[in-house]
């Protein structure tokens, strides 16, 4: 018997609230969600981005006399100042999602140093002995 509250073994299926398909209680598919979300969010607020220059740049290119590369200078410059107001929420998404990213490449890198620090402390290297590193036991001896 398991205990209460205890989740079951990998191997027992389970089927998901929504009456999906059965799958292994192993895979609860939470990770690929969340992976699923973060791309998204990123994904909509570029197409929001590529779509919002993209407008900006027919109307100057249709209703004004500015065209070719200075229609397009403009267009970003204009379409930039744009989505500061009107993509706020979603440049929030994707600075959200940017910061956990680069919030486990640190933790990675801090995880990574302190296993090392612990290296260092258990097994002394051959500083510790005198002796640095590369340089042999023991003296040669010249003959002549």
């Keep these: 018997m ?50 919002l220059f993209a407008a900006v740049w027919l109307v100057l290119e249709l209703l004004t006399p500015v065209s070719g590369v200075w229609a397009i200078v403009a267009a970003i410059l204009m379409s930039g100042a744009i989505s500061l107001i009107a993509l706020d929420r979603q440049r929030g998404a994707v600075g959200t999602v940017a910061a956990g990213f680069f919030g486990r490449i640190n933790d990675r890198i801090e995880a990574s140093a302190r296993a090392e620090d612990v290296d260092d402390e258990v097994t002394p290297g051959p500083e510790a002995s005198g002796q640095a590193e590369g340089e042999p036991q023991h003296e040669a001896v010249d003959q002549e």
Excluded: E, F, K, M
């Design 2 to 51: 398991r205990p209460v509250g205890a989740s079951p073994p990998a191997y027992v299926t389970t089927r998901p609230p929504h009456g999906g398909p059965v799958r292994p209680a192993a895979y609860r598919g939470r990770v690929d969600s969340a992976r699923g979300s973060r791309a998204l969010a990123v994904a909509v607020y570029t197409l929001l981005r590529v779509g």
